[in-house]
T-cell receptor, first 113, second 112 residues
Framework: KAGVTQTPRYLIKTRGQQVTLSCSPI?????VSWYQQTPGQGLQFLFE???????NKGNFPGRFSGRQFSNSRSEMNVSTLELGDSALYLC????????????FGPGTRLTVL | GENVEQHPSTLSVQEGDSAVIKCTYS??????FPWYKQELGKGPQLIID?????GEKKDQRIAVTLNKTAKHFSLHITETQPEDSAVYFC???????????FGTGTRLQVTL
């Protein structure tokens, strides 16, 4: 089976812009979770989607949003980018729940200038 | 909410020695404890996981132990090799919450 894929791998944006990141889960996996990884805060949970519905959400501002499509592919969007949004954004998929075995993609490295 | 503490933050061992990384969690409802290895430029890779109905699990050179009473779990790597050098993360989760809370990571360096 192919692993979790994320596009793009690298992205450079300027403050105030918005960005959309994409994640394709492992075939058959229905749960997709997003995490933000920074040197200072580590790996922090953003949100989880299952069957096109957000099932859980972390402590991030409303500028961070996401969605899931009927084929389980997911996108996350960050509006009005701030310098502090520079991070590695990781997507993980699991068959049913995030506490099933969860597999991560390679991440999208976002740099905000 | 859940809080996971991980120690040490850095660990240097000689090739062939053992490495131990320890984590504690706060939420007694947590029942799933995975360990991930992250190499530079890559996403975290699951190396082993344990559920709360099991006290110990082993996979070749890697083992994880869980003490539910003390709310801590540990990763043991025996006969370390240079390719074991990476950052290791522990995590805890509950099925109902459907999310993982991660520790702060341990940078393991295996020297020749």
């Amino acid at each position: 089976k192919a692993g979790v894929t994320q596009t793009p791998r690298y992205l450079i944006k300027t403050r105030g812009q918005q960005v959309t990141l994409s994640c394709s889960p492992i075939s058959g996996h229905r749960s997709v979770s997003w995490y933000q990884q920074t040197p200072g805060q580590g790996l922090q949970f953003l949100f989880e989607y299952f069957s096109e519905t957000q099932r859980n959400k972390g402590n991030f501002p409303g500028r961070f949003s996401g969605r899931q499509f009927s084929n389980s592919r997911s996108e996350m969007n960050v509006s009005t980018l701030e310098l502090g949004d520079s991070a590695l954004y990781l997507c993980a998929s699991s068959p049913d729940r995030a506490t099933d075995t969860q597999y991560f993609g390679p991440g999208t490295r976002l740099t905000v200038l | 909410g859940e809080n996971v503490e991980q120690h040490p933050s850095t660990l240097s061992v000689q090739e062939g020695d053992s490495a131990v990384i320890k984590c504690t969690y706060s939420d007694s409802a947590s029942n799933y404890f995975p360990w991930y290895k992250q190499e530079l430029g890559k996403g975290p890779q699951l190396i082993i996981d344990i559920r709360s109905n099991v006290g110990e699990k082993k996979d070749q050179r890697i083992a994880v132990t869980l003490n539910k009473t003390a709310k801590h779990f540990s990763l043991h790597i025996t006969e370390t090799q240079p390719e074991d050098s990476a950052v290791y993360f522990c995590a805890a989760g509950t099925r109902t919450a459907s999310k993982l809370t991660f520790g702060t990571g341990t940078r393991l360096q295996v020297t020749l």
